[in-house]
């Protein structure tokens, strides 16, 4: 198989580039990241309703642009790679994907559009108080039919869950809150009972949040598909979240390489550029093979995700398995390198240093990934 970005999606990732290289600098993403919202709301436009990004894995049907996922995991390479403080990933990789797995024909022209045009952020709450990715128990239980369901319960680590218009809520029946299969219910931001709080996290670019829902009332329409669509609708929904996310992490893992081989070109130790000493040169050619290598991966799974579904849990794991790895270790040599510097508050790489590991134990760590691809090939 020959895998090449056509001309067309080459022109959508420099299209990307450009807007990110001058409204998402490091500058701008320490402002951002400062304010309680967590991003620009104009930048948040200018990728919504001016270029369109925001639409392109939603079909024209809901108003999209009717692209695929080799195309948005393009852009999510530029994303990391500027390390944006957007609510794009919340919004795009991970609602519109749950609407597009669960949601019925009526649900989606409903919601989709305004998630196309840029209009509705979105957030996806699944994860207990516990924080672990594969509890059987989301922290929300409901009850109720036809006439409506109450909501009950705690989700934590929601992205961008404190600034959401929609917030996609898994919950578990109350009769059976462990066991019990989970359903995913449309909840607006303003509903109430909802309450929203943002958390303390060492990522400061990617703000998440407490979601605490307290005998919430919810018409039948809010059933995101029906209650058996929930489980196969959150795996679909997670797995092409993890292939986003291997993509962010490969643009993440660039962009320290190059602030590391720039680096070593101007710093002068001993009368010599440092990335002349061999044990420069030896970090830099590993930091090199572990991000060709993770782009191997996380290309690989876009591909799948757009056209070869059976295979998308095993790529998906890969891809973030080995993309996590890589960004975490390059992110961590790039602070090595630059030495003391590198470690202080004014310098870029803690930040990506940051975003590595918050994303390394997002939707599961490595090793959970691996445990996940040994049970799919029967080890």
Same mark, same amino acid.
């Given at each position: 198989?020959?895998?090449?970005? *056509?001309?067309?999606?080459?022109?959508?990732?420099?299209?990307?580039?450009?807007?990110?290289? $001058?409204?998402? @600098?490091?500058?701008?993403?320490?402002?951002?990241?400062? =304010?309680?919202?967590?991003?620009?709301?104009?930048?948040?436009?200018?990728?919504?309703?001016?270029?369109?990004?925001? @639409?392109?894995? %939603?079909?024209?049907?809901?108003?999209?642009?009717?692209?695929?996922?080799?195309?948005?995991?393009?852009?999510?390479?530029?994303?990391?790679?500027?390390?944006?403080?957007?609510?794009?990933?919340?919004?795009?990789?991970?609602?519109?994907?749950?609407?597009? &797995?669960?949601?019925?024909?009526?649900?989606?022209?409903?919601?989709?559009?305004? %998630?196309?045009?840029?209009?509705?952020?979105?957030?996806?709450?699944? =994860?207990?108080?516990?924080?672990?990715?594969?509890?059987?128990? $989301?922290?929300?239980?409901?009850?109720?039919?036809?006439?409506?369901?109450?909501?009950? /319960? $705690?989700?934590?680590?929601?992205?961008?869950? #404190? *600034?959401?218009?929609?917030?996609?809520?898994?919950?578990?029946?109350?009769?059976?809150?462990?066991? /019990?299969?989970?359903? %995913?219910?449309?909840?607006?931001?303003?509903?109430?009972?909802?309450?929203?709080? &943002?958390?303390?996290?060492?990522?400061? $670019?990617?703000?998440?949040?407490?979601?605490?829902?307290?005998? +919430?009332?919810?018409?039948?329409?809010?059933?995101?598909?029906?209650?058996?669509?929930?489980?196969?609708?959150?795996?679909?929904?997670?797995?092409?979240?993890?292939?986003?996310?291997?993509?962010?992490?490969?643009?993440?893992?660039?962009?320290?390489?190059?602030?590391?081989?720039?680096?070593?070109?101007?710093?002068?130790?001993?009368?010599?550029?440092?990335?002349?000493?061999?044990?420069?040169? #030896?970090?830099?050619?590993?930091?090199?093979?572990?991000?060709? @290598?993770?782009?191997?991966?996380?290309?690989?799974?876009?591909? +799948?995700?757009?056209?070869?579904?059976?295979?998308?849990?095993?790529?998906?794991?890969?891809?973030?398995?080995?993309?996590?790895?890589?960004?975490?270790?390059?992110?961590?040599? *790039? %602070?090595?390198? #630059? /030495? /003391?510097?590198?470690?202080?508050?004014?310098?870029?790489? #803690?930040?990506?240093?940051?975003?590595?590991?918050? @994303?390394?134990?997002?939707?599961?760590?490595?090793?959970?990934?691996?445990?996940?691809?040994?049970?799919?090939?029967?080890?």
């Amino acid at each position: 198989m020959h895998f090449a970005f *056509t001309e067309e999606q080459e022109e959508l990732r420099r299209s990307a580039r450009r807007l990110l290289e $001058t409204a998402s @600098s490091t500058r701008d993403v320490r402002a951002a990241m400062a =304010t309680s919202r967590g991003f620009d709301v104009d930048l948040w436009r200018r990728l919504g309703e001016e270029l369109g990004f925001t @639409s392109l894995a %939603i079909p024209e049907a809901y108003g999209g642009a009717g692209l695929g996922f080799v195309e948005l995991a393009a852009v999510m390479e530029e994303m990391g790679r500027a390390l944006l403080c957007a609510p794009f990933f919340s919004t795009v990789c991970l609602g519109a994907s749950t609407v597009l &797995a669960a949601g019925t024909e009526e649900q989606k022209r409903e919601i989709l559009p305004g %998630i196309a045009g840029g209009r509705t952020t979105a957030a996806l709450a699944f =994860t207990p108080p516990s924080g672990k990715w594969d509890a059987p128990g $989301t922290g929300v239980t409901y009850e109720g039919g036809a006439s409506g369901y109450e909501l009950s /319960g $705690t989700s934590a680590f929601v992205i961008d869950g #404190h *600034t959401a218009d929609l917030i996609l809520v898994v919950a578990r029946p109350r009769s059976a809150p462990l066991g /019990g299969p989970p359903a %995913i219910f449309i909840v607006p931001a303003a509903t109430p009972g909802l309450e929203r709080r &943002a958390l303390t996290t060492m990522d400061m $670019t990617r703000k998440q949040s407490e979601v605490t829902l307290q005998r +919430v009332r919810v018409p039948a329409s809010a059933l995101l598909g029906g209650a058996d669509r929930g489980a196969p609708a959150l795996a679909r929904a997670l797995d092409l979240a993890r292939v986003a996310l291997s993509a962010e992490q490969v643009g993440g893992a660039q962009r320290c390489l190059d602030m590391s081989v720039d680096y070593a070109k101007t710093r002068v130790q001993f009368g010599r550029p440092i990335g002349s000493f061999q044990a420069i040169k #030896h970090k830099l050619a590993d930091m090199f093979v572990e991000v060709e @290598s993770a782009r191997s991966a996380s290309y690989y799974a876009a591909w +799948v995700a757009a056209h070869q579904e059976e295979e998308l849990p095993s790529a998906a794991a890969t891809a973030k398995a080995y993309c996590s790895d890589a960004y975490f270790r390059v992110a961590a040599e *790039t %602070i090595q390198i #630059h /030495g /003391g510097v590198g470690f202080t508050w004014e310098h870029d790489a #803690h930040l990506f240093f940051k975003r590595a590991k918050s @994303s390394e134990t997002l939707f599961g760590d490595a090793a959970f990934h691996r445990a996940v691809v040994a049970q799919q090939m029967g080890l």
